[in-house]
């Protein structure tokens, strides 16, 4: 299957600094990224969903200037939280869109996650 | 409302049983579903289901999707403590978008 890597893998941060948490897909070409925030023992809570080129798309209830995306080239994404405060403190995740065959539909696979701890 | 339900929450059982996880959603046009497996880091892909009525197959683990009774199951036969884990189960939603449920968390006993 496809390989999707993040970095870091764990970070731990002052409040009111930022963070950046890139998302790549290493075997394939990815037009559409993912980001969710899982929090413990709840499940994946879709943040955004990132395009290639163009600005990403952003669930109800998420602030897209504390968190900002980027997805300059069709295997890299970032998420950045801008000015951290303790309640962003989570796992996040990213996955990358990737099509079946010649089929139309999609399998996501998802990256190792990202634990992001701010003090 | 567009959600997906997972049932049960959470199951204890013992090394050999097997179990039965439940998916529900609600709405009854859409392409694919897809099931992972999470252990402490990010979920792992197990399966993706596409069409009602045909059964996948890896191992120990196989699902079914029913698109009439809007709901998928995941089977696990012979459970090994190594099935420990949390099972999510989402619903495509759109081109690219998936909903995922809550999951079920499963513990297997020795």
């Known amino acids: 299957g496809a390989v999707v890597s993040q970095h870091p893998s764990w970070v731990i941060c002052k409040s009111g600094t930022s963070v950046k948490i890139e998302c790549r897909s290493l075997?394939?070409?990815?037009?559409?990224m993912f980001w969710y925030r899982q929090f413990p023992k709840q499940s994946l809570m879709l943040m955004a969903t990132?395009?290639?080129?163009?600005?990403?798309?952003?669930e109800q209830g998420v602030e897209k200037d504390k968190f900002l995306i980027n997805h300059a080239s069709l295997t890299l994404s970032t998420l950045t939280v801008t000015s951290a405060h303790p309640e962003d403190s989570s796992f996040y995740i990213c996955?990358?869109?990737?099509?079946?065959?010649?089929?139309?539909?999609?399998?996501?696979?998802f990256g190792p996650g990202t634990r992001l701890t701010v003090t | 409302e567009d959600k997906v339900v997972q049932s049960p929450l959470s199951l204890v059982v013992h090394e050999g049983d097997t179990v039965t996880l439940n998916c529900s959603y609600e709405?009854?046009?859409?392409?694919?579903l897809l099931w992972y497996k999470q252990e402490k880091k990010a979920p792992t892909f197990l399966f993706m289901l596409?069409?009602?009525?045909i059964e996948k197959k890896s191992g120990r683990l196989s699902s079914i999707l029913d698109k009439k009774e809007l709901f998928s199951i995941l089977n696990i036969t012979a459970t090994q403590t190594g099935d420990s884990a949390v099972y999510l189960c989402?619903?495509?939603?759109?081109?690219?978008?998936?909903?995922f449920g809550t999951g079920t968390r499963l513990k297997v006993l020795a």
């Open positions: 996955s990358a869109s990737s099509p079946v065959s010649d089929k139309a539909v999609y399998e996501q696979y």
């Open positions: 075997d394939f070409q990815a037009t559409t």
């Open positions: 990132s395009n290639e080129g163009s600005k990403a798309t952003y």
């Open positions: 709405v009854t046009n859409f392409r694919s």
């Open positions: 596409t069409s009602s009525g």
């Open positions: 989402g619903r495509n939603s759109g081109t690219y978008k998936y909903i």
